[in-house]
């Protein structure tokens, strides 16, 4: 089981960014927790938003108005929108995910990061 995650990069102080995290592998039966953490250099890793399979969603005060969170869940793919991203939101996305693996008579729970992704907002 992995996340895959995509579309991170460059961006100028004002534009935005669409990040992209699908998780793939044998035996997926349930996602329950999506969501995207960041660490930016000599800090810790923190939560910048999530969303169960319901639809609810968690933000952190920082990004509140200006980043949104989705997914899909036919594609077990989580999504976040960065819009008015500031300097101060450069950071390595990590994506993250609550996987339940369901094989012959067990279940198995999983809690699985992406690779992670330099993000760097210009000002």
């Known amino acids: 089981v992995q996340l895959v995650e995509s579309g991170g990069g460059l961006v100028q102080d004002g534009g935005s960014l669409r990040l992209s995290c699908a998780a793939s592998?044998?035996?997926?039966?349930?996602?329950?927790?999506m969501g995207w953490y960041r660490q930016a250099p000599g800090k810790l890793r923190e939560l910048v938003a999530s969303?169960?399979?319901?639809?609810?969603?968690n933000y952190a005060d920082a990004v509140k108005g200006r980043f949104t969170v989705s997914r899909d869940n036919a594609k077990n793919t989580v999504y976040l929108q960065m819009n008015a991203p500031k300097p101060e939101d450069t950071a390595v996305y990590y994506c993250?995910?609550?996987?339940?693996?369901?094989?012959?008579?067990?279940?198995?729970?999983?809690?699985?990061w992406g690779q992670g992704a330099l993000d760097t907002v210009s000002s």
């Open positions: 993250h995910a609550d996987i339940t693996i369901t094989t012959i008579g067990d279940n198995s729970y999983l809690e699985v």
């Open positions: 592998g044998r035996g997926i039966s349930s996602i329950t927790a």
């Open positions: 969303i169960t399979s319901d639809g609810t969603t």
